[in-house]
């Protein structure tokens, strides 16, 4: 039996605090895409077997915890890598799960998360994977987080705190430059460390009231403008945190395609996902097209190529069937 799990990508629009100074750590918003996806296979063998790295490392984690001796998987479809667009959460939710179908096994992505090394910070690529919607993760328990990243397997994912659908005639564009990807791994892991270790308590307050006030009454009353222009307020908030880290704002060229985005009569909100460099832009479907030639515009502005697609959110999680 193959069994196939397909993913989509998310957008992360920031933190609620990365400041030591108050009791919860973290905390993050974001959103499920339909697309781009994630497509993967897996077949029960006797072994690991799979011709893509990150993959076959997420696969012989999986295998691990699930007690299996091995599988044949197979990625048909790759999201973009470390673009902000969770690839590597979502490449690993998406193996563990096939994996554990392909065995008879029903996966338990939340309670197993932490093993495959997910979820430790944000919440929201593992509340995507779930259920999509928007998310607002609970964040951590400040004393269980300290600048370092704790041993993996020792955490629990966050919970949701609050989960929405967004509304069908919702876009979001997202402009992709071609430049390098965004951080990851230990660079990203050194750069919250001394983001953590020197960041602003009062920058946190301020985006509390924005989530309060605009991006939950504007998910929950499917008011455009409020929403939009929340996301875009909290991720310049969570720009302050990383200005010396990202080299402004945003990182290099995302800052100068958001402005631009942000500029558009069409366009309620526009921002950075995680490190970047993808940048989104939130319209409705009646003027995705001209958001679109908007943001095109603006990677060939910025000198730089690159991708832009026009995409709504995943009302639903992962999809599983067997093939």
Known sequence: ??????????????????????DRLYG???VALDEPRVVVDADPADAVRCEDAAARDAAERACDVLGVDGAAVSVRTALPRHVGFGSGT???????SAVARAHGRDPRVR?????????????????????????????HPTERF????PPDGSWTVPGVSARHRIPDSWRFVLAVPDVEPGKSGADEDASMRDVVERADSSVA???AGVVLRRVLPGVVDGDLAAFGDGIAEVGRLNGRWYADEQGGVYR??????VETLREHAAVAGAGQSSWGPAVYALTDAAHATEVRNAATDALAEADTGGDVRVVGAASDGARVSEV
């Open 1 to 22: 039996m193959t069994v196939r799990v397909s993913a989509g990508a998310r957008l992360h629009f920031g933190f609620c605090n990365l400041s030591l100074a108050t």
């Open 28 to 30: 993050s918003l974001g």
């Open 90 to 96: 979502q490449l690993a939710l998406a193996v563990y």
């Open 111 to 139: 309670e197993h998360a932490p093993a495959l090394g997910r979820g430790g910070r944000s919440g929201v690529g593992v509340a995507a994977f779930e259920s999509g919607g928007f998310v607002l993760d609970a964040g």
């Open 146 to 149: 300290t600048t370092e990243r």
């Open 205 to 207: 307050d301020r985006i």
């Open 252 to 257: 290099p060229p995302a800052g100068e395609l």
